[in-house]
C-alpha cells in the first residue's frame, strides 16, 4: 500500500529548507520489516493554497501499526508538529 502525508507548513516557515532534513528523517524507515520505499515529493507552485511537501511511504499494510510506534514517526512528530499548518494522510493500494 501507499501511505501519503501531505503538509502545509505555516508561512513563516521556510518549507524549501525542510526537504533535505524530512527526506533524512523518513529515508531510515527502509529498514523497517515491511517498508520498502520513501519517496518525497516537493510542490512545484508556489501559492497559498497549495501544500509543500508530500511524503509517500510504500509499505504493506501490516507495517502502519509498526510505523506509527516508530522512532522516525515520533521524532517527525516532536520535531515538525509546531510548524504544521495543516496535513493529510491518505493511504490507497
Known amino acids: 500500500m501507499k501511505h501519503y502525508i501531505i503538509v502545509k507548513f505555516k508561512e513563516q516557515i521556510n518549507a524549501g529548507s525542510l ?8 529515508r531510515k524507515l527502509t529498514a523497517m520489516d515491511g517498508i520498502y520505499d520513501i519517496n518525497i515529493h516537493t510542490s512545484c507552485i508556489d501559492r497559498p493554497n497549495r501544500y509543500d511537501i508530500m511524503i509517500e511511504i510504500n509499505m ?8 506509527d ?10 520535531t515538525y508538529s509546531d510548524m504544521i499548518e495543516s496535513k493529510a494522510i491518505f493511504d490507497c493500494e
Open 19 to 26: 526537504t533535505a532534513p524530512v527526506t533524512e528523517l523518513f
Open 60 to 67: 504493506d499494510k501490516d507495517a502502519l501499526d509498526r510505523y
Open 69 to 78: 510506534r516508530s522512532d522516525v514517526h515520533k521524532e517527525w512528530k516532536r
